[in-house]
């Protein structure tokens, strides 16, 4: 039986990942400080006899695990922008900076001495505030190297820059994930990120709040599509893969904010408040390579992906 580590396995996406991973029998070791995600998230898998959970923090070496480790998930940052939320990695920029740079470089260094595969989970934000849309894997992206963003920005560049520097040094075998905006159960509801806001405002019929006048873009994958794509990519050859991840279905901010209202039948009002500083204006991935290399296609429709989302909030409201 192969046995897989996930890095933040207790988060969002993580907590797919592990689920996906015991029900297609692997063993499943998780390890998560719970600095976002939530105990909530991985309770039910404790009685499975193949789920392992270790409370640690990254910074710190990764604790000696007995027997051979196959591959190695890095998911463990926390991912929301929004300064509004504690949960954003504006509130905790210090820890985002140090997991994404001496916690990738403890998880580099624990794959290299088990002979794991590596995966790193990047994001869009690598690209900044993009100046071409679609964005493809050799765009360098347009970054504000020292604005709020910056602490989860150029954390991701580094950790991609050690990725790429362990795979040429010790030829390990590593897939850079550049994850773009991706949603569906198990978000937190006070993440502060866009779907989740505006979800749990429209079922609290509170005002939407729409940043900036709305026009800005951004193309929301549904986390089965993401978790489909974080597996496939481990079926390609041994080598160093930048890869984007997402799903090309573009949307206004605006239209996504009269969207859910209209699905949740509120009676919220929709407001404007002020645009954060450095908020990309366009995005949108190119997933072209993905296709090619192991045939990703994101399947699951926005609408459909909101109802779950939305039925998923209902239960927790
Ligand atoms: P999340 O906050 O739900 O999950 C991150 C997990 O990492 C949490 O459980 C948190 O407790 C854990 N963690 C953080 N710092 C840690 C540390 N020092 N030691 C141990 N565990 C730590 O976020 P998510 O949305 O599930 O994102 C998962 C990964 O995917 C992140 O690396 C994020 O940057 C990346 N990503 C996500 C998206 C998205 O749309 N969800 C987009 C781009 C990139
Ligand atoms: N946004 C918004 N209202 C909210 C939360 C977010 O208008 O309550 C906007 C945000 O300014 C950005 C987009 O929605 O333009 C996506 O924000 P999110 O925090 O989900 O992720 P990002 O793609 O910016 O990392």
Same mark, same amino acid.
Do not use: F, W
């Given at each position: 039986m192969s046995t897989v580590v996930v890095l933040g396995g207790a988060g969002f996406v993580g907590s797919h990942l592990v689920e996906r991973l015991l029900n297609e029998g692997k063993k499943v070791i998780c390890i998560d400080n719970f600095l976002t995600g939530s105990e909530s998230n991985v309770e039910k898998f404790?009685?499975?006899?193949?789920f392992v959970f270790i409370k640690h923090d990254?910074?710190?070496?990764l604790p000696s695990i007995n027997g051979q480790v196959d591959v190695v998930f890095h998911l463990a940052s926390p991912a929301s922008?929004?300064?509004?939320?504690?949960?954003?990695y504006i509130a905790y920029p210090i820890e985002t900076l140090m997991v994404n740079s001496v916690g990738t470089k403890n998880a580099l260094e624990f794959a290299h001495q088990k002979n794991a595969k590596f995966v790193y989970a990047s994001?869009?934000?690598?690209?900044?505030?993009?100046?071409?849309?679609? =964005? +493809?894997? %050799?765009y360098f992206g347009n970054v504000n190297?020292?604005?709020?963003?910056s602490v989860y920005d150029e954390g991701k560049r580094f950790g991609e820059a050690i990725c790429s520097a362990y795979a040429r040094k010790y030829k390990l075998d590593v897939r850079v994930i550049r994850i773009f905006n991706t949603y569906g159960?198990?978000? =937190? +509801?006070? %993440?502060?990120r866009v779907v989740s806001n505006f979800i749990n405002q429209a079922l609290r019929n509170e005002d939407i709040t729409i940043y900036g006048d709305g026009d800005q873009t951004r193309s929301f994958c549904y986390v089965d599509d993401l978790i489909a794509g974080l597996i496939g990519c481990?079926?390609?050859?041994?080598g160093f893969y930048v890869i984007n991840l997402g799903n090309p279905d573009e949307h206004t901010i605006a239209d996504l904010a009269s969207k859910i209202k209209e699905m949740v039948g509120s009676s919220s009002k929709i407001v404007h408040e002020d645009l954060p500083m450095d908020d990309p204006h366009r995005r949108k991935p190119d997933i072209a390579y993905a296709k090619e290399l192991f045939g990703f296609e994101p399947k699951i429709k926005l609408d459909t992906g909101l109802a779950k989302t939305i039925e998923y909030f209902k239960t927790s409201i």
């Open positions: 404790l009685e499975n006899p193949n990254l910074i710190h070496s922008p929004n300064a509004k939320s504690p949960k954003s994001s869009s934000e690598i690209y900044g505030d993009p100046a071409v849309s679609p =964005q +493809k894997e %050799d190297p020292n604005g709020p963003r159960t198990r978000m =937190q +509801k006070d %993440d502060g481990l079926d390609v050859e041994s």
